[in-house]
């Protein structure tokens, strides 16, 4: 460990209670479980799994929008918990999946870029205008647009807007959760070269979420793997998809469509169904689907142990100490 | 089908929101109908005491009953175009002046409902959980209570007066503002644009008012003239019941009342104030079904 | 192998009138299936592949107008059918997936319920058969416990397991095809996968032909033995897999191939293709290319007149352009 992590998620749970239903008993669901995760400024850390395994419960922790049940959040050293809420917004800015309700109808481009500016009080509302215009301009967005509304806008431009309000005041830190998967393929690739640019002028860091591997190979630096709330495996991108160590990421790269016509369809040997959150298999949750489980997996839980190749991965097969008897 | 939107939406740069709003405007026939026959009645009770041609209190006993002039009997006179009541007093500027009554009951009490029934729906929506359970409980309350019963209750006790039926009515018809502002607020709540403001750093106060609000503005405008319509229809079974306006002030509901018993021999003096009520009511709705229309999704 | 087509399309339209004159999202647009192959209609948003799927089940909306020069189902005229007669094709020799399995079942009746009424809508069949079929068939697309499934409420499955069940719904009848639009968006990329697998086992077993209508590239590649790319209204390019995907000729087409990132072949980090500008208007008539605003190769000949297919690298490969093919293969095969 070094210096100080731009963020860091120690231990975190997040848990919520699901009503059963009227005259039922309430039940916990628990979304995140015991997550780490650090980020270094300038990374691109990209979180992958299937829908339902928390990454969007994460990613609203590390925006302070929604507070752990257990586990601390440090922004630059300092707990999250105690930093005011302007000073979170300053640091960390979302951008959403679906440009389509991430923005307001009901306000002008110029009056969502400005917004931040207004919210933080800045001290120069003479200079607001023209930053936000800057900002517009750097996103690829024309100034024409300023009086324009999101309904006239086309879901590229309306992502630029999104983005340019997400960075008009600055942030170190953009957490995006699915920027591009809303957008026509001619438009992501668009999406995708201004996040690079804006990443290396503005030296920003990223946290992205997708469920586009192929994406998310060509962006991140480091990429997580989250099933049911844990983080599963974690390693620079290179050796994640070169030579994934948990059976589940394998899988899942396994099941990315590259369009490659003399290959069919992958077998990717998972069970039919994701398992209800609301009832975790005990053990190794992922023990139900895996192709190599063991029969101590439905008993103990893995523990995060160094990867071989690098990185940390929560498997019986890599932990030497809990599974010699592996059968490759 | 639905696979057909997004074809409509992409030919590039569509035209700006206002002037969108404007075409949808002048394009319905119902919105346009509704608003005239409204700016009409509206003027007509504001300028009462100009445009009346006798005073509506003015009891002319040997000229009671005359028919308006449209009728063939011997007595009708241009002198009173709609004719007089029982007392001899001239009806079109009864009507006149009750257009008067039936407005700023309908107006006030909708007012009054819809502060209550806006604030405890947002709150509802917003913050779910606890306050929505109170919320509902309060809206089920309200809804279990027969709102003419209540009313006969609360003027028999305090007594009657303009005042009395506003705050009645105004306390008693909040219900559908608190369910449709609850949902709706339930509906924009959950929409990325908030989460974004949120993460800005935007207090709960500033995301209701400004993020909020303004999306929810039409299902208000179009639940308050329903309302408003509620509580005019309202005010006017009232004063039929001798519960509402008190004689000798001129509500249209109270001329109705006070010419059942002659509804079989002159019964245009049941008709004239039913029609202007009709006309009224009929005004405010295809005002709101208009505003309804031009206002759904895809015009902003 | 039985070359025949199961349906043939030639010039097929759709017109609709909007406010300011009537749009075009399908222009003559032509394509045949054979049975036991799939074809893909592949695009963007609004490029009219949804609205030629409708049109061909004549569910369009109602203001819209189709026309079509020729629309054939195994040999037989649709073009002349009755409202009555094609609902009687629908849902039995041609029947259609949805996106979205939770909105196209529905919420009210088990999957029991709705597969045997899918089968005795059209066929004079008892509910025990088509109840027997219909166990049958869920145990096909790999449902377990497929007699306890009946009795289950589309609320009680994951989107998954929905998905499934719309699939053997379309197959409840033995359809001749098989529409399938955007199957598998709604899904995790494991249960594409394990869906798309399905698909295309179940379409070889049953031999009927499938038309797959999608925007992902990889999903066409893995999965289709043809693939027709649409643009504004239009097929720009038709051919094999391999030869779109090998020898792209329509700018479009290799414009949206850039735009992909290809693990191995595009170098991590580095700017990806685009296509500058935007889908043109179809609302009135556009003379040339519609890709011509767009195209890095245009000149005054796209857009003075309509644009003829040519003939591409192989056999049935053809393209919507003026240009010439393209030396060399633009996308090389990846180095072993």
């Known amino acids: 460990m070094s210096g100080a992590a731009l963020i860091e998620a120690r231990e975190v749970s997040c848990t919520f209670t699901v009503s059963g239903g009227f005259m039922k008993e309430k039940r916990r669901l628990q979304a995140v479980s ?277 990185g940390a991965v929560a498997c019986h097969l890599h932990d030497e100490g809990a599974a010699l008897d592996t059968v490759s | ?203 709960k106060s500033r995301i209701v008012f400004s993020e909020i609000l303004p999306n929810i503005a039409n299902h208000l405008i179009v639940v308050a003239t329903v309302e408003m319509a509620h509580a005019i229809l309202l005010e006017a079974a009232l004063s039929f019941l001798g519960l509402g306006v008190q004689p000798p002030e001129p509500s249209w509901g109270l001329m109705i009342s006070e010419a059942k018993g002659l509804m079989f021999f002159d019964g245009w003096l049941i008709a004239i104030p039913g029609t202007a009520l009709f006309a009224l009511v009929l005004s405010i709705n295809l005002l709101g079904d208009g505003v309804r229309d031009v206002t759904a999704p895809g015009g902003v | 192998m039985a070359a025949a087509p199961i349906l043939e399309v030639e010039s097929l339209n759709v017109a609709i009138p909007v406010p300011a004159g009537t749009l075009h999202p399908v222009q003559e647009v032509g394509f045949r299936v054979t049975r036991g192959h799939t074809l893909a209609i592949v695009g963007e948003s609004g490029c009219g592949k949804s609205l030629t799927s409708l049109a061909l089940m004549n569910l369009l909306p109602p203001r819209a107008a189709r026309t079509a020069g020729r629309l054939a189902l195994d040999g037989q005229d649709l073009l002349g059918l009755s409202e009555r007669e094609m609902a009687d094709i629908r849902g039995n020799r041609m029947s259609m997936i949805f996106q979205e399995p939770m909105t196209s079942l529905n919420p009210a009746y088990t999957v029991g319920d709705q597969l045997v009424e899918a089968e005795r809508r059209h066929r004079r069949t008892s509910v025990t058969a088509a109840r027997d079929r219909a166990v049958w068939l869920l145990e096909k697309v790999g449902m377990t416990g497929a007699g306890e499934r009946l009795r289950q409420y589309p609320h009680q499955l994951s989107g998954g397991l929905r998905q499934r069940v719309m699939i053997a719904m379309a197959l409840m009848c033995d359809p001749d095809l098989i529409i399938a639009d955007e199957p598998t968006t709604a899904l995790d990329v494991t249960i594409q996968a394990q869906i798309l697998h399905l698909l295309a086992d179940l379409q070889r077993e049953f031999e009927t032909g499938l038309i797959l209508i999608t925007h992902d590239l990889g999903v066409v590649a893995r999965l289709c033995d043809r693939v027709a790319v649409m643009y504004a209204g239009q097929i720009v390019e038709e051919g094999t897999a391999r030869q779109i995907f090998r020898t792209p000729a329509h700018p479009y087409t290799r414009g949206l191939l850039d735009c992909i990132p290809i693990p191995g072949k595009t170098r991590r980090g580095a700017h990806l293709g685009t296509i500058p500008g935007i889908v043109p208007s179809l609302v009135g008539s556009m003379p040339g290319c519609h890709f011509a605003d767009r195209c890095p190769h245009a000149s005054g000949a796209c857009r003075s007149g309509p644009i003829a297919f040519r003939d591409g690298a192989g056999p049935g490969h053809r393209y919507r352009c003026v240009l010439s093919l393209p030396s060399g293969p633009a996308r090389p095969d990846p180095a072993p």
């Open chain 2, 1 to 203: 089908m639905e696979k057909a939107a997004p074809m409509v939406s992409l030919p590039a740069p569509e035209p700006s929101p206002a002037a969108l709003l404007r075409r949808r405007i002048f394009g319905h026939a119902g919105l346009l109908i509704g608003s005239a026959v409204l700016i009409a009645i509206i003027l007509t009770a504001l300028l009462a005491p100009w445009i009346a041609p006798h005073d509506p209190y003015d009891q002319v006993l040997d000229r009671k009953l005359i028919p308006p002039v449209w009728s063939d009997g011997g007595k009708a006179t241009w002198v009173h175009p709609l004719g007089t009541d029982h007392f001899g007093r001239d009806y079109l500027s009864r009507l006149i002046w009750g257009a008067r009554i039936s407005l700023v009951i309908g107006f006030s009490a909708m007012l009054i409902s819809g502060v209550i029934g806006t604030v405890l729906g947002v709150l509802a929506g917003f913050f779910g959980g606890r306050v929505d359970m109170v919320a509902n409980f309060l809206i089920t309350t309200r809804l279990s209570m027969p709102v003419v019963l209540v009313a006969i209750a609360v003027v028999s006790l305090v007594g009657s007066s303009l005042t009395v039926v506003i705050w009645v009515l105004g306390l008693l018809i909040w219900d559908r503002f608190a369910v449709v502002m609850r949902s709706a607020t339930m509906q924009v709540r959950n929409l990325d644009f908030v989460a974004a403001a949120q993460a800005l750093g935007c207090s």
């Open chain 1, 34 to 310: 015991r997550v780490s995760l650090r980020i270094e400024p300038g990374e691109v850390m990209a979180l992958v799994g299937e829908s339902g395994c928390g990454k969007t419960t994460l990613a609203k922790m590390m925006m302070g929008l929604i507070a752990p049940s257990e586990g601390t959040i440090e922004i630059g050293g300092r707990p999250l918990a105690s930093l005011p809420r302007m000073e979170i917004a300053r640091s960390v800015q979302p951008i959403f999946q679906d440009p389509y309700s991430s923005l307001n109808p009901r306000r002008s481009v110029g009056s969502i870029v400005t917004q931040p500016l207004r919210v933080q009080k800045d001290p120069d509302p003479e200079t607001w205008r023209r930053r936000a215009e800057e900002m517009m301009e750097f996103v690829g967005l024309p100034q024409r647009l300023f009086n324009h509304y999101p309904g006239q806008l086309s879901g590229g431009q309306r992502q630029r807007v999104a983005i340019a309000r997400a960075l008009v005041n600055r942030p170190r830190m953009v957490i995006c959760d699915e920027p591009t998967s809303a957008l026509d393929v001619s438009v992501q690739s668009q999406i995708l070269n201004l996040m690079q640019d804006l990443r290396s002028e503005l030296g920003l860091t990223y946290l992205l979420i997708s469920h586009n591997l192929a994406a998310v190979e060509h962006m991140a630096s480091r990429v997580a793997v989250m099933y049911l709330g844990r983080i599963v495996e974690e390693a620079k991108t290179g050796r994640l998809f070169d030579s994934p160590c948990h059976p589940y990421s394998e899988a899942l790269l396994g099941s990315v469509l590259t369009p490659d016509p003399t290959l069919g369809i992958p077998d990717t040997q998972l069970g039919t169904s994701y398992p209800n959150p609301l009832d975790v298999p005990p053990g190794c949750s992922f023990h139900p689907r895996c192709a190599k489980a063991m029969p101590g997996c439905s008993v103990r839980a893995p523990r995060r142990v160094p990867a071989p190749g690098g």
